[in-house]
């Protein structure tokens, strides 16, 4: 190679905005070549693409990994989403390809635990959160209210369950609670939804702005102060730091994971998964707090995401771990 720098394949699904966070790191120190699963007409890929290359970083663990010809030696790092081990892809024959990795990344204690104990991988696991932008977000400026200033950043899938925030605000306005709730974000369930609301239901404080950039997220935090995910599975999620980070008031489901994050009543509010009389009364005792109680909590939120998942310095420590592992 003209630049001397190691060669590394980069592999993932649809070169969402996680692939490229990885791809800008890695290519600062190493020659990226990049392959998109969805791209592909059919898998595995052309083994060219694998020639001279000293690693392979892979991720999800489904068709990501699928998408190495099984005569590729490079060594394989690979990158679980959460998605690939959780509820949904239960039945999804992944064994092989985890056999495959010399190691895997995770995003939290629950990922690490489904590969040991579900899977058996006894090899290296690095577990790095993957972070947020914490200095962007945390310049948010949060307004606390007892109006429920609710925003919603998932996307319109069905693990992210944003119909159970729905049915709670719906629950909620049939009680005459005063609220807005924003939902960013885009997706196949999207257009149906705000049918079903147009047709079924008047909630007129509720907004979908669908897919909204960095900027525009940062400026719906600084005009509401609630996050809600109502994710039935998830990993470490990038969404709910970031509302950490810029100081909301998070409630999520009791997804293991979501618990590594949120300690409910301290750092944030967790609330029964799917279950929407739950989430509908947690909103009225959130919206309850003192002012001090909320500024407590929201404190607590900022410094745990400072402490353990800003993207710099966790990036540092996925880079690390990718040097360490070319040949």
């Known amino acids: 190679m003209n630049s001397g720098k190691f060669t590394i394949v980069y592999i993932g699904r649809d070169n969402n905005i996680h692939d490229q966070r990885f791809v800008r790191a890695l290519s600062v120190i190493f020659e990226v070549r990049e392959i998109y699963t969805n791209n592909l007409k059919s ?21 990501a990994i699928r998408a190495i010809p099984l005569d590729v030696s490079v060594p ?66 949060i307004k606390f209210s007892k109006k429920p200033q609710i925003l919603v ?3 319109w899938f ?50 979908f702005l669908k897919r909204q950039e960095k900027n525009e997220i940062r400026d719906a935090m600084s005009k509401n102060w609630m996050y809600i995910s109502a994710a039935s599975s998830d990993g470490t999620s990038i969404s709910l730091l970031e509302a950490m980070a810029a100081g909301m008031i998070c409630i999520t489901t ?27 009364a947690l909103i009225q005792e959130v919206s309850s707090l003192s002012l001090e109680e909320k500024a407590s909590i929201s404190r607590t939120a900022k410094e745990i995401v400072a402490r353990k998942g800003d993207l710099r310095n966790n990036q540092k420590a996925f880079m690390s771990r990718v040097i360490s592992n070319v040949q």
């Open 43 to 63: 898998l595995p890929a052309d083994v060219g693409i694998f020639s001279n290359a000293s690693l392979v970083l892979a991720g999800p663990l489904t068709d």
């Open 76 to 141: 394989i790092l690979g990158i679980s989403h959460a998605f690939d081990l959780n509820i949904e892809f239960s039945n999804f024959p992944i064994q092989a390809n985890i056999d495959r990795c010399k190691a895997i990344f995770s995003d939290c204690k629950y990922v690490t635990s489904i590969l040991r104990d579900t899977y058996g991988f006894e090899r290296d696991i690095y577990e790095i959160p993957w972070g947020c932008d914490r200095d962007y977000f945390s310049k948010a400026k």
């Open 153 to 155: 950043t998932r996307n």
């Open 158 to 207: 069905n693990t992210y369950r944003n119909d159970v925030i729905i049915s709670a605000l719906e629950s909620l306005n049939q009680e005459n609670l005063e609220f807005e709730c924003t939902f960013i974000g885009d997706g196949p369930l999207l257009e149906n939804q705000i049918q079903n609301l147009h047709s079924n239901s008047k909630l007129p404080n509720v907004r």
């Open 254 to 280: 009791d997804f293991p994971s979501n618990c590594e994050w949120i300690e409910n009543a301290i750092s944030g509010f967790i609330f029964r998964n799917g279950d929407t009389k739950a989430l509908a």
